[in-house]
């Protein structure tokens, strides 16, 4: 490694239709009669303004837009390489010029460290960013052009907004939301985040998921600041906010593109939106976008029409062996879950093999009644009306399989470390062995990888040859989208491994599927929403699925209201309250059929099934608007409402512990039936008791 390296010309254009340049207080503004940015002559961002309300959004002392991580080597890292080497922007000295509508700050040379943390060097990188003014949205792009032998530039937080302060009503008044899994709601993120350790005092994801989409949102109520990442590439992607010290925060999208020596990389655009109204807003906005080249799921209508699907108690086998009932036992499992209003079955752990074990390997168990009682069993649910959905892994692989030894170990998506990435997924039962020396390791299938799509393709000729109606590849709508070192795959990029990668293989198993039988369910586990255009159903899981303090599942549901979902049902909240909040997100049960045993959820979810299969068009196929076009005088019952041409509904859950009345008033509709918990009642004026719902129904 040389002794001196040089990174020059990092430079800013900031540019925009009908925006107006003057230089002020030393520095540079782009702005129109809605929104104001400035920076002043060192290039640190010192004012963002909403000048539709007047409020300015930076508290704090100005810093650079950005921020830059280098290493040291290429590939897997090897003894006297670095990672992570810091490109502090406080460290550097720029001069601003303006040229014709475009402002540019340049950096001569930007100072660096290095892996010895008391030293810094010149490096000879080179970085644009554009920031274009359109209404009230600054968009960002970045242009680095790598000619320093021996390092890459590793990952890039553009825009990195530093010192934001409340949006103009206080900080208890901003929420922040938060799109992991189906959403949170974060009040007060600056007290949230007011932690010394960065643990409790930063939120980061990665997209696609954890983060269900590339956007997040601080909103007062009455205006609100959108940070988005607008990436049709899906490479893999950091949202980061962070508290400082509780005085302020930051915002930043962060990439991670992995620039050679000798290379030049541009990345997709981040919005900035300084936006008056509710976070409905942000989310259209972003959604707007998404509809220019992600196109809408077309999942088949038994599908859409589906209250849920229950889980049998019977014909499963477990991790460490143990069996309950036999293959035969499913056509009696279909008729405990249509007591409950359901009437398809999704069977986990149906393979000798047990659930989550030596995957992918599927193969009937003898002991359990052997192939050919399968088949006869699946056949009899389908004769009876019923459907049934076999579970495989869509990403995990066993390394004690021979498929490991001989194909998979060269599928694994690969550390920086040279390894595989590993996740652990391990059962035990009333002994402490498996407990307390639980290891049960997985390595990761890289979706790029040659011979992987071809894996999950005979995955669905194996389970369509049980005469099954449906297949779920677990977890491959999610997990963290690694970032994969193995040279010898097919991404261009460590970072586009992932994203790109799924939705190829999403896309070519859809086309599969359906040539065969248009009515052949393709579900996966885990929402993110560049993979629901290519399934038909999705097995969720995470905040906003279930209900929790900062749990916001309209979040996801409102910005993608096309997609079909399930809610999860476990975790610390009873069964009423699970699905009780997913009847009014229109999020499909993910239901067992031992609820149907249970002497207060079996009845209770009877009811909500009977309301939804009675009211399908609305409450299962109407578009879920969230809070739009009514209004309920009592906060604390949740209301969400669903769509459907003339007809609104309103779906009411109780979710506190006492008995709650609530008025409903959609202006230009008129109340044309009420539906209640009890369905001895009628009319609008009755009392919710705790846990219960309500659907009102209104037309115009």
């Not at 997209?207 to 988005?228: D, I, K, R, T």
């Amino acid at each position: 490694m040389r002794a001196s390296l040089r990174l020059c010309s990092l430079t800013f254009f900031v540019c925009g239709a009908m925006a107006s340049w003057a230089m002020q207080r030393g520095g540079y503004e782009l702005a129109n009669n809605q929104v104001l940015m400035r920076l002043d002559a060192n290039g640190r961002l010192t004012e963002l303004t909403n000048r539709q309300t007047g409020h300015s959004y930076i508290a704090t002392l100005g810093k650079a837009p950005w921020r830059i991580f280098y290493r040291l080597g290429t590939g897997y890292y090897r003894p006297g390489d670095a990672v992570d080497i810091e490109v502090a922007p406080d460290d550097q000295h720029a001069s601003v010029r303006k040229e014709g509508s475009v402002l540019l700050i340049e950096y001569k040379s930007l100072i660096g460290q290095t892996a010895q943390r008391t030293e810094t060097k010149e490096l000879q990188v080179g970085l644009v960013l554009r920031v274009t003014l359109e209404g009230d949205q600054f968009t960002w792009t970045a242009t680095i052009d790598n000619r320093e032998p021996g390092i890459e530039v590793s990952e890039i937080w553009v825009p990195w907004l530093y010192g934001i302060g409340d949006l103009g009503l206080g900080p208890e008044a901003d929420v922040l939301y938060w799109p992991e899994a189906a959403g949170r709601r974060i009040v007060n993120p600056r007290k949230v985040l007011a932690g010394t350790d960065r643990a409790a005092s930063s939120l980061r994801m990665a997209y696609p998921w954890p983060a269900s989409m590339q956007w997040f949102s601080l909103n007062n109520g009455h205006e609100g600041l959108y940070v988005g990442g607008h990436d049709k590439t899906l490479m893999t992607t950091c949202l980061n906010v962070m508290g400082h010290e509780g005085t302020s925060l930051s915002a930043s999208i962060v990439k991670y593109p992995f620039v050679k020596a000798g290379e030049t990389w541009t990345s997709e655009p981040s919005v900035v939106r300084l936006y008056r109204g509710g976070w409905h807003d942000a989310a259209r906005f972003y959604r707007a976008w998404t509809r220019t080249w992600m196109p809408d799921p077309t999942p088949p209508e038994w599908i859409r029409r589906a209250p849920g699907w229950a889980h049998p108690a019977l014909g499963r086998k477990s991790q460490s062996g143990h069996i309950t009932g036999r293959y035969s036992d499913y056509p009696a499992m279909l008729r405990d879950a249509r007591a409950i209003g359901l009437n398809t079955l999704i069977v986990f752990g149906w393979v000798k093999q047990g659930f989550d074990n030596r995957y992918p390997e599927y193969e009937p168990d003898e002991v359990m009644g052997g192939a050919d009682e399968l088949r006869k069993a699946v056949t009899e649910v389908e004769r009876a009306g019923g459907r049934m959905i076999l579970y495989t892994q869509g990403q995990l692989i066993d390394p004690t399989t021979d498929f490991y030894q001989t194909t998979g170990r060269g599928i694994t998506a690969k550390t920086i470390w040279g390894y595989d990435y590993r996740e652990q997924y391990a059962f035990f039962g009333s002994g402490t062995f498996l407990e307390t020396m639980r290891n049960k390791h997985f390595g990761v299938a890289c979706p790029s990888a040659p011979g992987w799509l071809q894996q999950l393709q005979s995955q669905f000729e194996t389970v369509k040859g049980h005469n099954a109606q449906g297949i779920i590849f677990d977890q491959m709508g999610g997990r963290p989208p690694y970032i994969c070192f193995d040279a010898d795959h097919k991404h261009d990029r460590p970072s586009l491994a992932n994203g790109p990668g799924k939705v190829a293989n999403m896309r070519r198993l859809r086309e599969v599927m359906k040539s065969r039988d248009p009515q052949f369910a393709f579900v996966i586990e885990l929402v993110a929403d560049c993979y629901t255009p290519w399934v038909d159903i999705i097995h969720a899981w995470g905040p906003g699925f279930f209900p929790a303090p900062d749990s916001y599942g309209a979040l996801f549901r409102y910005t993608f209201p096309e997609a079909v979902i399930t809610n999860r049902t476990g975790g610390p909240y009873d069964r009423k309250a699970q699905y009780g909040h997913a009847f009014t997100l229109g999020l499909r049960f993910d239901a067992a059929t031992r609820d149907g045993q249970h002497p207060e959820v079996g009845p209770h979810l009877a009811r909500l099934t009977e309301l939804r299969n009675q009211h399908a068009d609305l409450l299962l196929e109407g578009k879920f608007v969230d809070s739009e076009g009514f209004v309920c005088d009592n906060s604390r019952v949740t209301a969400h409402g669903f769509v459907a041409g003339n007809r609104l509904a309103v779906a009411l859950w109780n979710p506190e512990e006492t008995p709650q009345k609530a008025v409903v008033v959609a202006p230009g509709y008129k109340l044309k039936s009420a539906l209640w918990q009890n369905p001895a009642w009628s009319g609008p004026d009755h009392t919710l008791m705790p846990g219960d719902v309500a659907v009102l129904i209104f037309s115009k």
